[in-house]
Every structure is written in structure tokens, then in C-alpha cells.
């Protein structure tokens, strides 16, 4: 077990005073900070750091000894990936593929020779990237297709003429194929049939949020937001088709291949696979492959279910059920002065999001090793660390533990 040091990542919707002020540094920082990454991606890896002060990526740590890190028999690389995620603005409009599409859709664009950091590229490696986010503060995100009956509801209370057209298209076909057909003609719209159609619903908007029908007022609210942020954008239409969430704290969402989703604002630790694979649906600048998008895109609606971590036996553990491959994710909550075991096997990443806590386990070889986790740090666990305990060092202490999910099975 060794100390990891995330790595900053700076993105223009990131916020300046969240993540510097849940590490402990001077806040507000210099430059917007999105995203803190705990891991082995190769594009911006986390340090480990010895007991001498020598401070190695983990990606190289891997590299140099698979076996020990990962464990005999493994492939060679950390399946999942750890950050800490900070929404001062919305991000864009995206999908991940499955692990099919993404191995097929790699290897096409492998064949068509696109350099791997092209703008234009959707494929960067060949694998899934399913997510977890869990809320550290109020979260609120957009995500999945909603159920099209209420679509019919929430866009027939705009009274915008101009929708009606629209809505007749999903009123007549309320299901899946529905959703389709409404959003790939709104992606696909000239530019200025999207202008003028955004310009009567932004107006539309207004006025509902102005009245006394108050059914779809965070929808609404979060149309007009996304309007003055990303003008002109379809992303904005899309936005009135998708499921609007707000997580309190503790709570999750795990987003598997083909949701549609958009974090719009808060704090929270999000786990994925450990892969760079985005299709973008709009509100950005980016690239947008309608073709793609539209092979990758889940249209089947349904309520997003909040994820509440489930008790594991009768320790302090808690962990979030979802179906990955690649992560199991769990939670421990600590009075001060409290102890518990870790519920981590192989390779594992520990963060501490709030409090404090001493953490420790034993070697292969007999030895035993221990180090202190505040808010923002962070243990990496080699596959031979065993017996991982930990006391808390400050009341409010809480850890998340990623691991395999084969490993804890085990």
C-alpha cells in the first residue's frame, strides 16, 4: 500500500473553490479544477509515492511489474478509474458504447488510420465505460430518456405552436421508436431551423416558469440554463426528452451503455471503466457524430433509479449494486475514533472524502504498512496487500473503496 496523489484535470465548466477547498488547499484556485484522477489512464495518470519521496505514475508502477500490482495471470492494465468530479457548469450532452460497439468501432477507425488523439475520433481504446457517480453534495444531472407520455405533457405546457408539429411525433409513437425519431430530427436540423425553433421554446419557457404550473419547473429552469450557456444548440431540445435528477449526498446513479446523460451541477466521486470512449449528443463545441451517436443511443425510456449503498454484513461498510465488470464500489463511515476493515481485494484504489482516517494492511511477505488519509487522499493497494483496516482519525470520516468486483468475490 502506497500513497496515490490524483492528478488535476482543468476543464472550463470545473469549479475553482470545490475541489480546492475538499483538499485543503487555497480556494478559490487559479484556474477552474473538474476533475481530480485517481488511476492508471494514460492520459493524465496518478503518482505513487514511496516512503522515500520518489514519486512514480502509476500507469509506469504497472508497466514495470503487472504482477505484483495487478496480480499473476492479468491483463496488464487497471480496469477501472477513480475521480473526483466537480460541476460548476453543465457538460456536454453524452453516451458510452458497449464493449462490442466499442471493440468494433475502434478497430474501424483503427482501419481508417485516424491518428488516436484526433478531434475527430470516437474510439480511443476498445473498451466499455460504464460509470457510477455518487453525490457528495445536492447533484443534479440529466439522464436517460424519459418516459414519452409525460414528454407529451411537459412540451404540450410550453404552449410553444411551433412545438406541435414535434409533439404530435411523439404522441403518436410513444415508445422507443418515438424517442428516435423526435431526437435524430432535432440533431439533425439545419442550424437555422434549430435557432428558430430554440428561440419560440426558450420564450416558451419563460413563460411556464413564470406561471402557476410548477409539474416540470426544474426541467424548464434547466432548458433556460443550458439555453444561455450552449445558444443555438439542439443539445437543449434534447434536454426536454431526458430525465432530470437531483442526488443528495450519498446517493448514486450508475450509468451503463447507450444512457444519454449530462451532469449539470455539484461534487461527487464518479468510478468508470478505465477507458476514453464518448459519443457527444450536443452542448459543446466538441465533435458530434449524429451516425455514431445514433447507433450507440439506449431510446428505451425509463425512471432513473438513485443507487443507495446496501449494507455489507454487520461491519461499517456499505456498497453500491450495479452490474459493472470492471469496478465494485463501497463506502465506509466512521465516527471518529472508530475502526473497521476495508473492503478491498487486489488491486484497489481507497479515497477519503471527508474526516480523516489512519489506514493499514500486511504484505505477502509478512510486513505491514500504514499511512494517513485526509479529504482528497488516497491509497493505491497492490494485489498482494491483504487485511486493509482502518481507524478514523476525525469524526464525519469517510472512505470509498474500488476494487474489482472478480476480487471481492473471491
Not at 153 to 174: F, T
Not at 207 to 217: A, C, H, K, M, N
Request: hydrophobic letters at 40%; charged letters at 25%; aromatic letters at 6%.
Amino acid at each position: 500500500m502506497r500513497r496515490l496523489q490524483g492528478a488535476v484535470r482543468t476543464y472550463a465548466w470545473g469549479s475553482r473553490t470545490a475541489l480546492a477547498q475538499l483538499c485543503g488547499r487555497p480556494s478559490p484556485s487559479a484556474h477552474p479544477e473538474a476533475e481530480l484522477w485517481f488511476g492508471a489512464h494514460p492520459a493524465d495518470p496518478a503518482m505513487v509515492l514511496d516512503d522515500d519521496g520518489a514519486a512514480r505514475s502509476l500507469l509506469t508502477v504497472i508497466h514495470d511489474d503487472p504482477e505484483t500490482e495487478l496480480g499473476p495471470g492479468k491483463p496488464p492494465r487497471l480496469p477501472f478509474l477513480v475521480k473526483l468530479l466537480a460541476a460548476d457548469e453543465p457538460l456536454s450532452l453524452q453516451a458510452h458504447p458497449s464493449r462490442q460497439q466499442a471493440r468494433e468501432g475502434f478497430a474501424r477507425e483503427n482501419l481508417a488510420r485516424l491518428p488516436i488523439d484526433s478531434p475527430i475520433r470516437n474510439y480511443r481504446d476498445d473498451n466499455p465505460k460504464p460509470e457510477l457517480i455518487v453525490a457528495l453534495e445536492p447533484f443534479d444531472a440529466l439522464t436517460g430518456f424519459r418516459d414519452p407520455h409525460r414528454t407529451v405533457e411537459l412540451l404540450r405546457a410550453l404552449d410553444v405552436p411551433a412545438l406541435d408539429s414535434y409533439v404530435d411525433m411523439i404522441a403518436g409513437q410513444p415508445d422507443a421508436s418515438g424517442l428516435r425519431a423526435l431526437f435524430t430530427t432535432w440533431i439533425t436540423l439545419p442550424q437555422p431551423a434549430v435557432s428558430a425553433l430554440l428561440e419560440h421554446v426558450l420564450a416558451g419557457c419563460m413563460r411556464y416558469v413564470s406561471g402557476t404550473d410548477r409539474r416540470f419547473v426544474a426541467e424548464v429552469r434547466t432548458a433556460l440554463e443550458l439555453g444561455e450557456t450552449y445558444p443555438e444548440d439542439a443539445g437543449v431540445l434534447a434536454s426536454l426528452l431526458l430525465n432530470r435528477v437531483r442526488l443528495q449526498p450519498g446517493e448514486a446513479l450508475y450509468l451503463d451503455a447507450g444512457n444519454l446523460h449530462a451532469y449539470l451541477h455539484g461534487l461527487g466521486v464518479e468510478v468508470m471503466a478505465n477507458s476514453d470512449n464518448v459519443l457527444r449528443g450536443g452542448l459543446t463545441p466538441k465533435h458530434v457524430d449524429v451516425p455514431e451517436l445514433l447507433r450507440v443511443l439506449d431510446f428505451r425510456p425509463a425512471d432513473m433509479p438513485v443507487l443507495l449503498p446496501e449494507r455489507i454484513g454487520d461491519g461499517e461498510a456499505t456498497r453500491y449494486r450495479t452490474p459493472a465488470r470492471e469496478f465494485a464500489v463501497s463506502r465506509v463511515e466512521l465516527g471518529e475514533a472508530d475502526s473497521a476493515g476495508l473492503p478491498v481485494a487486489g488491486p484497489s484504489i481507497v479515497l477519503c472524502t471527508s474526516g480523516a482516517a489512519s489506514v493499514s494492511c500486511s504484505h505477502a511477505d509478512g510486513g505491514a504498512v500504514s499511512l494517513t488519509l485526509e479529504p482528497g487522499a488516497a491509497a493505491w493497494f497492490s494485489a498482494g496487500d491483504r487485511d486493509a483496516r482502518t481507524k478514523a482519525t476525525a469524526a464525519g470520516t469517510v472512505l470509498f473503496c474500488v476494487s474489482e468486483p472478480a476480487e471481492l468475490e473471491r
